[in-house]
């Protein structure tokens, strides 16, 4: 699944996913679209343009949508606002939702009873009956989709984990009276030709990690705060300046966090391991790694 080349003292990882539940899942949503009234389109706040799917226009067509934006409050909102603004000018309905809070729930199920109003409305006209919002949702691995659902049930009714794939097919979801979701596993798209993307999306788990180079990953990571939030990196590490093949880097994380084999020498694995974690657990703080260009 993925192919690695050497550069310097860790390999550089080309990655590419596609598990076949995914090219199932995008013929499934194309064969009940007609089902479908709204879209709620699920995308992760520190990455709100990695984890946008590709072909999403392709997939849903002309449905009526909401972009919801989970985990907004683990993200560097002035970064992420930038994105979310261009969003907006581009016509899209935008709901950042804290999950952990339930803050935005009420306001998205609000947002979609309107929607369902105005079709209604026109299902009126057209003689028929008035009934419930048919709602999809989509979105990459491990974006919170599972989360967002019983948050919206108010219960848990849906599985969730922090393993990208833990939903494996389509099905459908009772929150109230007037609205049914229809929940659907995460894709991806069959080639990640951006791999600065790729790498975002990984560093935030929405790939395997069971395909990665976990050394690979964790020197993104590095790299990309350095770039991007150097105290932090300065913060949680002591490290102010990155050597070319970041094995100084990682000698230091190793003393620091005690990622130390016999006679004292730095596990690199472990410390691939450690900062992988770190971001995962959210220890950098606040985050956005999606910047617009």
């Not at 990695?50 to 909102?77: E, F, H, W």
């Not at 770190?278 to 790694?289: A, E, Q, S, W």
Request: a positive charge.
């Amino acid at each position: 699944m993925s192919n690695n080349e050497t550069q310097g003292g860790f390999n550089k990882s080309v990655i590419n996913w596609f598990p076949g539940h995914m090219a199932k899942t995008k013929r499934e949503i194309k064969e009940k679209l007609n089902l479908i009234d709204i879209v709620y389109e699920v995308i992760d706040a520190r990455m709100p343009i990695s984890s946008k799917i590709l072909d999403i226009n392709d997939l849903i067509k002309d449905k009526m949508r909401i972009l919801v934006v989970t985990k907004y409050d683990l993200c560097d909102k002035l970064e992420t606002d930038k994105i979310l603004k261009k969003y907006e000018e581009e016509g899209y309905k935008v709901l950042p939702v804290d999950l952990m809070n339930s803050n935005g729930v009420s306001s998205l199920i609000n947002m979609t009873k309107d929607i369902m109003k105005n079709i209604n409305n026109g299902r009126v006209v057209k003689g028929m009956k008035e009934r419930s919002a048919r709602v999809l949702i989509v979105g990459v691995p491990n974006v919170g989709k599972s989360t967002l659902i019983n948050r919206l049930v108010g219960k848990k009714s849906a599985g969730v984990g922090n393993t990208p794939g833990f939903t494996k097919s389509l099905s459908w979801i009772r929150v109230n009276k007037d609205i049914e979701l229809l929940d659907s596993p995460g894709i991806l798209w069959p080639k990640l030709e951006n791999q600065e993307e790729a790498h975002i999306l990984a560093a935030f788990s929405a790939i395997k990690e069971e395909i990665l180079n976990i050394d690979a990953i964790a020197c993104f990571i590095i790299k990309t705060l350095f770039k991007l939030y150097p105290e932090k990196l300065e913060s949680r590490y002591g490290i102010t300046k990155l050597d070319d093949d970041l094995i100084e880097v990682y000698d230091t994380i190793a003393m620091k966090r005690g990622a130390l084999s016999r006679g004292g020498v730095a596990d690199y694995e472990k410390v691939s391991n450690i900062v992988i974690k770190d971001l995962k657990n959210n220890y950098f703080g606040n985050l956005t790694f999606d910047r617009l260009t």
